[in-house]
């Protein structure tokens, strides 16, 4: 049973389209339960109602036709339900709703499963047999495992609307995506994938300019691997058993294959570009070989995909396909955003960013916060390369992502766009104002910067200095550990620019999911492993280098705090404290007249809030990084999209715990400042100023709606909320005293923005 189950898991996942996954699924699962009829039944997207989209054994003219609504038949009953029926004659049922359209009146033995993923009610899996008899109990398990697999599979065709395009070919191409809000904002542009072409998969769709030079570039890149192969086979021949060369044969043979040739050749004649014909001819034969129950042929799949890669290597390398960046504004799109990715755009350009993986405290999304880029993140496996020159709209506060939108959409889109920059505009006159509640309490807000567009973009909103300049992206984009001149040179400049205001320099914080490209660290559990202060104590060379630089930037100007990350014991601060002390002593002995900085801890694991007096006593401020602080206390893995509905950093417990580090801080005479993405919140803004935070850090693009709610409220205000905050049970009834406190504020106008 597992064989077949995974084989026909294998064959569902490589269907080239949701109608073929559909009739696969079917069809096989009819032929291993020996049944009459099988059937699935899909949510419209209204969620209410259950569309039949696939059948074999019950009329094929009711595809896309019948719908049953939510409780309605048996279909309805297993999604009300959400557990497996099991009916030997289901004609006898008294839910059972006969369906003209159907045909099922020569079907009694009934067995549905429902298709659940992430709680909700996909759609409905239905065998049935003509006679009255009972399913074996194999028979269940088999059916609620398989539908379990599919569910998953089908989980991103039906939310990225394909179900729709299904039954509505007219609206083929419009595509709505669902992810995770990654950083607010809307944004249209053109998509562009860096990396194209890197793999089969990704070859986007594309009409050949000139048919016989796509030819030409596709024989010349069989031929070029051919030779490849021959070359490779002769240099191996004396070190390889007769066996082995052989194969060089047989792949030589597969590649001129004059089917797979043929098949991409009539690819371009149908007006494909090669790339995308050779995908089709390659992709088809490798599916083909992969349903082979023999081994042999299975493993033939393997290097049939392989040498279509290595042609399509060589196609890339054509300048007839060289992929020129969209013109105007582009949404970058990858499967994972590096920081290098987001370095390399040019800002003028770089209207959003979608990303496969990850969510809204993936470091990616906290720049793109930072730059003020509306980001669309976890939007899960897609073919994204096939996006590749599409019109996109990203909505960055819904998490949405609208493919080839239709104008209706299009004008919405703009109409909220035009709402967001007259709200901005007026915003903008606070630029030169305190955060300062009504009576006249003042808060000072800091902003986070990382790299030099989000320094620049800081300078414009008008903050009190930098709260968090998170040191580790500038040394994500390079090759190499930056040596103390390059990081003096790279600091100093930061420095200045907000001279006499502050700047806090963190220290070093790679790990979790900030890898440096030449000093990869591999774990299962990264967030909970060799991370920030962990890994520099590790490597002291390292730490003693970037503090040095930090030190001998700050010569003369006197603005610079150094804040230690991912702190877990009072002994690691020591060590840290030992070291910089080290670093002052050696710098003053070779000349330099550095001074000593205030030290800053970041509090953002549980222990460390549990210790916060003790921490407090050794250095001259508190941070509180509320993304990790949230991770830790949540156990909830801040980057996986999979559990985002389950990361709040409004959490009762984060709230209970943000009140104890602060009257610990405030208790040994330090002051208290909160990173993290919850000081981009405006309600949580004047919560935490109610709750006593001395200093905020949001997000740049944030700066604005936060001043304006610390604006509107008086402290006494915010006291009574953080109050009545505290005592509640739930996130949600949490927003909600929130929502209602901005909305008594005159400020409905920034309720809901996922910050
Ligand atoms: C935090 O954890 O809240 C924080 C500010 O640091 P980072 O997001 O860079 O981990
Ligand atoms: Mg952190």
């Known amino acids: 049973m597992l064989a077949t189950l995974r084989r026909i898991v ?85 839910r059972f709703h006969p369906v003209s359209a159907l045909g099922e009146e020569a079907y009694h033995a009934f067995l549905g499963a429902p298709l659940i993923q992430y709680r909700r009610v996909l759609g409905v899996l239905v065998v049935q047999d003509t006679a009255v008899r009972q399913f074996q109990p194999d028979d269940v398990d088999f ?44 944004a249209m542009g053109i998509v562009t994938v860096p990396h194209l072409l890197a793999d089969l998969d990704d070859v986007p769709d594309r009409p050949a300019q000139n048919g016989a030079a796509e030819e030409a570039a596709l024989h010349a890149a069989i031929a070029a691997v051919e030779q490849e192969l021959c070359a490779a086979s002769d240099r191996l021949a004396p070190r390889l058993p007769p066996t082995e060369q052989a194969l ?39 599916r083909l070989l992969e349903q082979a129950e023999d081994p042999y042929l299975s493993t033939r799949a393997e290097d049939i995909r392989d040498l279509g890669r290595r042609v399509l290597h060589r196609l890339r390398a054509a300048p007839l396909h060289a992929l020129e960046p969209a013109a105007g504004r582009c949404v ?64 960055g506060y819904r998490g949405r992502v609208y493919l080839n939108p239709d104008p209706a959409t299009r004008a919405e889109y703009q109409r909220i766009m035009s709402a967001d920059a007259k709200l901005s505009a007026e915003l903008g006159n606070l630029r030169d104002l305190p955060a300062e509640t009504r009576d006249g309490y003042r808060i000072p807000l800091y902003a986070k910067a990382g790299l030099p567009a989000d320094v620049a973009a800081a300078r414009t909103v008008g903050v009190e200095g930098i709260g968090l300049y998170r040191t580790e992206f500038a040394f994500m984009v390079r090759e190499s550990f930056p040596s103390e001149e390059e990081q003096v040179a790279l600091y100093r400049p930061i420095l200045t620019a907000f001279t006499p205001r502050p700047v806090v320099m963190r220290t070093l914080d790679i790990g979790g999911d900030k890898n440096l490209p030449y000093f990869a660290i591999a774990e299962s559990n990264p967030f909970l492993g060799w991370r920030g202060m962990r890994f520099t104590l590790d490597h002291p060379d390292i730490f003693l280098t970037q503090v040095r630089a930090m030190l ?39 000349g330099y007249a550095v001074t000593h900085p205030p030290v800053g801890v970041m509090i953002e694991v549980p222990a460390a809030a549990w210790q916060t007096g003790q921490l407090a006593q050794r250095v001259d401020f508190l941070s509180v990084g509320a993304n990790d602080l949230t991770q830790y206390l949540l156990a909830v893995d801040r980057d996986n999209a999979r559990v985002a509905n389950l990361y709040d950093s409004l959490h009762p417990a984060m709230l209970k715990t943000l009140a104890h580090i602060i009257e610990q801080g405030h208790r040994a005479g330090r002051p208290v400042n909160l990173g993290g993405e919850l000081a981009s919140d405006p309600g949580a803004a004047v919560l935490l100023l109610g709750m006593g935070v001395d200093g905020l850090n949001p997000s740049t693009v944030s700066v604005p709606r936060v001043k304006w709610a610390i604006r509107s409220f008086t402290h006494a205000e915010a006291r009574e909320l953080a109050q009545q905050a505290l005592e509640l049970d739930t996130v949600r009834q949490i927003r909600r005293l929130l929502d209602a406190a901005l909305r008594r504020a005159g400020l409905d106008e920034i309720i809901h923005e996922p910050t």
């Open 10 to 94: 294998q064959e569902v996942s490589a269907a080239p389209d949701l109608p073929k996954a559909l009739a696969i699924t079917v069809n096989r699962i009819r032929d291993t339960m020996q049944v009459a009829a099988c059937t699935v039944y899909l949510a419209d997207e209204d969620n209410r109602s259950y569309r039949l989209m696939a059948t074999v054994g019950l009329n094929p003219q009711a595809v896309g036709q019948v719908r049953l609504n939510h409780g309605e038949g048996l279909v309805g009953l297993v999604a009300e339900r959400q557990e497996p029926i099991h009916l030997e004659d289901a004609l006898r049922h008294p």
């Open 143 to 186: 059916l609620v495992t398989i539908a379990a697999q599919l569910a998953s599979i089908l989980n991103h065709a039906i939310l990225s609307g394909a179900t729709q395009e299904l039954l509505d070919p007219l609206t083929t191409g419009v595509r709505t995506l669902h992810g995770v809000p990654g950083a607010p904002g809307i």
């Open 552 to 590: 001998r930037a700050n010569i003369g100007l006197d603005t610079l705090r150094i804040l230690f990350p991912m702190i877990t014991t009072v002994e690691e601060v020591d060590e840290a404290l030992r070291l910089l002390a080290r670093a002052e002593q050696e710098l003053r002995e070779e």
């Open 332 to 395: 970058l799109a990858a499967e994972e955003m590096s920081v290098a990715h987001l370095a390399a755009a040019p800002p003028e350009q770089l209207a959003g960013i979608v990303c496969l993986r990850g969510s809204a405290l993936s470091h990616v999304a906290l720049l793109a916060r930072a730059m003020g880029i509306p980001a669309v993140m976890g939007l899960g496996d897609r073919p994204l390369g096939r996006f590749e020159g599409s019109e996109v709209i990203v909505d």
């Open 248 to 286: 060089f044969a047989v792949y030589r043979m597969m590649l001129s294959s004059d089917s797979l040739i043929g098949e991409a050749r009539a690819g371009i004649q149908a007006g494909h570009w090669a790339p995308a014909a050779w995908r089709d001819a390659v992709l088809a034969r490798v």
